[in-house]
């Protein structure tokens, strides 16, 4: 299993650590983007109204400060995720970022014609488009994984699919729609098995579940800084270090250069290489008081408690006349659901006068709704500062919606 078994513990209540939620407010969209901690929000303020410089250039104390103040935030996101080095940890604008980063500079210098790419029904836009576009390039083919009946990416059919043809597998660790957490670790065989890379797409993973890339042995992993309670703008790549040393930059400019001249110009090695410009300093720092923040709590704790949202919830659902659920019952922290002859738009929206902040529509997963056979659906998803009473909020506002189109 991916999973250890959750720890029981007293009930999380954090509600209070996050500023941006008024009292009353059942704010159900943190599959979205996560509310902000005013750890977090303290961080970025200090960083731009008390320590700020850029990095990397400076020779006065102040830049000097701030260089140490981004690599140490490298060096918490290494120890994070489990990274062998802070150098495998690339800071990028957030996953969608990651995935194109090594859809151009290693499937575009990688593949070609005739190999084959593996993904599934249910990944988000951005595992998906970005490889669409690496495998037009070079003539590359993509086949889909089916899900199981109850919405898990179908690792026995990936079994079978998979050949010596497929150079590149890309499957998302929880899937944002779903709730469905994969087992990295059987992916990660069955896809070295035929002698493919593997990536995973942890931007629900990494808020909910303890994650450390050097057990699972992807060669890969993405997430996004704002959907872990840190800022939006940030994210990281993280590679294996000899496929990141392998691969060519992303962006040409500053900070990425070993020697620049108009004869020659050769590049920095990672993780500097894929970092042109001036990055996202503050961001960084914020990632960095999110992670703290994250790690205070513990994610063992997170996911149990998110775990037990979920049942409430899924409970709870199932009793009002009409709803549909989708997805697994052990989903991490994410309910999706329908109710029949009713637009989701309207289930939001009539949950939004109750004070129910939902999300409607196809969730960035398209092919997920039409494997489905809905055009879009319903979702709540869980963060720490979620509790019961939400919950609650959330299904008397389904009563309502229930009693209006009854
Ligand atoms: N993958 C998954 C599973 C996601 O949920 C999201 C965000 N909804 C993304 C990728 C893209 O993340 P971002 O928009 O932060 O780049």
Known sequence: SVLTAPAASAPLDTVADFPAIPDGWAYLDTAATAQKPQAVVD????????????????????????????????????????????????????????????????????????????????????????????????????????????GRIDLDAAAAMLTPAHKLVAFAHVSNVLGSVLDVERAVALAHGVGAKILIDGCQAVPRVPVDVTALGCDFYVFSGHKLYGPTGIGVLWGKPDLLDAMPPWQGGGSMIDKVSFQRTTYAAPPGRFEAGTPHIVGALGLHAAIDYVESIGLERIHAHETALVAQARDALATIPGVRLFGPADSAGIVSFAMEEVHPHDIGTILDEARVAIRAGHHCAQPLMEALGVAATARASFGVYNGPRDVEALIAGMARVARIFG
Not at 94 to 104: F, M, R
Not at 133 to 149: H, Q, Y
């Open 43 to 150: 961080a970025i303020t200090a960083a731009y109204g008390e320590t700020y410089a850029t990095v990397h250039r400076g020779v006065y104390q102040r830049s000097a400060d701030m260089t140490l103040a981004y690599e140490a935030a490298r060096r918490r996101v290494a120890g994070f995720i489990g990274a062998g080095s802070p150098d495998e940890c690339v800071f990028v604008r957030g996953a969608t970022e990651g995935i194109n980063l090594v859809a151009q500079c290693w499937a575009g210098t990688q593949l070609k014609a005739g190999d084959r790419i593996l993904l599934s029904m249910l990944e988000h836009h951005s595992n998906i488009v970005p490889w669409q576009m690496a495998a037009e390039r070079v003539g590359a083919a993509i086949d889909v994984v089916p899900l199981t009946t109850d």
